[in-house]
């Protein structure tokens, strides 16, 4: 089955609305990135976590290591967050090398 | 600071044909990486190094991909006698170091064989 599962696999939202996306992990992961890709495909890096929470103006994300899993939550959608978001879990020993989740495509609407 | 650079953006070519993939990665970073992406998925990992040494090649189809990274600089990602499964975006990403760093990509190479 899938290592790192992300949920919802698509979503829409109204401008100025939160929503929250949430990957679910079945290997032992000791760190997670989050990334957003563009439209045009470029992989931006919007999160690196250890266990615990991190906030980056309307953006927030939380990693509970425990309980193998991640969430990236969004406050206050804006057109240009449209895109696909991926999780990326490190599992422990592997020197950094990441397995991704199969996106979850984000489409802001006005 | 230039981010990660790859060359060239596009590539169309026909099956069994060769192509090579060019990355510079962010200056400093030691840690190199090559991911392939098909359409609608996620990044999977096909090889990294560290300096000039592959740590990991273990997703690598060798019987038609290479890849080399020289003098811990740039690297080429090469396929010989592409097929059609081949088609996807392939990526290059960089870090600081192989031990638990953020990794930055570069704008990826799509490719099309027909």
């Known amino acids: 089955g899938d290592k790192v599962k992300q949920s919802p696999s698509a979503l829409s939202l109204q401008e100025g609305t939160n929503s929250a996306l949430r990957c679910n992990f079945s290997?032992?992961?000791?760190?997670v990135q989050w990334f957003l890709q563009n439209p045009r495909g470029s992989l931006m890096n919007l999160f690196y976590l250890v266990p615990g929470t991190k906030e980056n103006g309307r953006l927030k994300s939380a990693f509970d290591s425990k309980e193998s899993y991640s969430t990236l939550h969004i406050r206050d959608a804006q057109l240009e967050d449209s895109g696909t978001y991926f999780c990326?879990?490190?599992?422990?020993?592997?020197?950094?090398?990441?397995?991704f989740g199969a996106g979850t495509r984000l489409a802001v609407c006005p | 600071e230039a981010g990660v650079t790859q060359s060239p953006r596009y590539a169309v070519l026909q099956e069994g044909q060769a192509v090579s993939f060019w990355c510079d990665p962010i200056?400093?970073?030691?840690?190199l990486y090559w991911y392939q992406q098909p359409r609608d998925q996620g990044p999977q990992l096909l090889v990294y190094f560290r300096d000039e040494a592959v740590i990991d090649n273990s997703q690598l189809p060798s019987d038609r991909f290479s890849a080399v990274r020289p003098k811990g600089t740039n690297s080429t990602l090469k396929i010989q006698s592409a097929k059609q499964g081949d088609t996807a975006t392939y990526l290059c990403a960089s870090s600081f170091d192989s031990n638990q760093d953020t990794q930055y990509f570069g704008p990826g190479t799509r490719l099309l064989v027909l």
């Open positions: 200056s400093g970073h030691d840690t």
């Open positions: 290997i032992a992961a000791t760190t």
């Open positions: 990326a879990a490190e599992r422990s020993g592997s020197f950094n090398k990441l397995t």
